[in-house]
């Protein structure tokens, strides 16, 4: 049984949480979680690498000069590889690296990883989380109640909230997301976990 203790935004205690494990996953797969991660950040990359090969760069195809009897090296056309202003020999051009694992393959490692964060005491559960404008004062104010100040923290709330977005996006070690679009990426890329009460319990009874 996983328990642990409610906080308020003023970093107060203000009652205690517990649940099974098995209502996030059934246990963790360190093989899926690598392969899930792996994926996310091969998706990442932009591969917009380009080269010229000798048929792209400008210049004539014909020989620069006779083959035999002239005393130098015998030589190609201008574009040859070998020369100052020709093209590559192997031009590069871009490549997509992007590719998908299976859906409820990468689902079940988003709830693993979750369940690592619980496992490991990387997790503050906080009783609510909401903001009446939108001011980056206040959510700093919080971050820092609960000790988390200088800590790369993942903010996990039930829904989108505008207000709370605009607060938070200019606290550089402070993501958030709402409960339905956590991944196992950012999950295991931010260090502590801050959820609300209702985007665990939004969690739990997710199938």
């Known amino acids: 049984m996983i328990s642990l203790s409610i906080r308020n935004t003023s970093g107060a205690e203000v009652g205690t949480y517990e649940f099974p494990p098995e209502d996030l996953a059934p246990g963790i797969n360190k093989q899926l979680l690598h392969d899930v991660v792996v994926m996310y950040e091969a998706n990442r990359r932009v591969g917009t690498v380009r080269t010229k ?3 792209m760069v400008a210049g004539s195809s ?3 000069y006779r083959q035999k009897g002239t ?3 015998r030589a190609g056309p201008i574009r040859t590889p070998i020369r100052r202003g020709g093209g590559h020999t192997f031009g590069k051009s871009p490549i997509d690296y992007s590719y998908r ?3 409820k393959a990468v689902r079940l490692a ?3 990883a979750l369940l690592s964060k619980f496992q490991d005491g990387q997790v503050t559960l906080l009783d ?3 903001v009446a404008e939108p001011k980056t ?4 104010g919080v971050l820092s109640a609960l000790g988390l100040k200088q800590t790369d923290c993942l903010l996990a709330i039930e829904a989108y909230d505008q207000n709370l977005w605009l607060s938070s996006r200019n606290i550089p070690t402070l993501r958030i997301s709402p409960a339905a679009e956590l991944n196992a990426y950012d999950l295991l890329r931010q260090r502590q976990l801050v959820i609300t009460r209702a985007a665990i319990d939004s969690l739990r009874n997710k199938e």
Do not use: E, F, Y
Request: aromatic share 0%; proline share 5%.
């Open 62 to 64: 014909r020989k620069l």
């Open 71 to 73: 005393g130098r090296a």
């Open 137 to 140: 004062k206040i959510v700093a």
């Open 53 to 55: 090969s000798r048929g």
């Open 128 to 130: 609510q989380m909401s």
């Open 101 to 103: 694992l299976p859906r």
């Open 110 to 112: 988003t709830r693993m």
